[in-house]
């Protein structure tokens, strides 16, 4: 396990939670501002270029839903967690972690 892509993926289900804690339905917000608030939170070189690979492949993965707000607007963001119960669901993010390194890993470390 790549404790890089760890800290990111746990990193940014944090924040859907938080949102969703907070009120909201989903996360909604741009990659930039993703971005942003993942390297605050985990000390990362988070780049917006960063988040279109981790949340496609955490997408292909199972572990997401996205959505588009539309033209102009940010995606929304939303884990299947309820869909697939907590058990199954946190079985499958660490199944993913087992097998999937973020490509720019060494990248995204070089803040820390």
């Known amino acids: 396990m790549d404790a890089v892509t760890e800290t990111l993926v746990m990193g940014f289900l944090d924040l ?6 907070a009120g909201r339905r989903e996360l909604a917000a741009t990659h930039k501002t993703i971005a942003a608030w993942l ?6 070189a988070v780049e917006p270029r960063h988040v279109p690979l981790l949340t496609a492949a955490m997408e292909e993965a199972g572990l997401l839903t996205i959505g588009g707000g539309g033209i102009g607007l940010p995606n929304t963001y939303d884990t299947t967690e309820a869909a697939l119960g907590p058990e199954q669901f946190w079985n499958q993010v660490d199944a993913f972690l087992m097998v999937w390194r973020h490509p720019s890993a060494r990248a995204l470390a070089a803040r820390r």
């Open 16 to 21: 859907i939670n938080e949102r969703k804690a």
């Open 39 to 44: 390297s605050e939170r985990t000390g990362l």
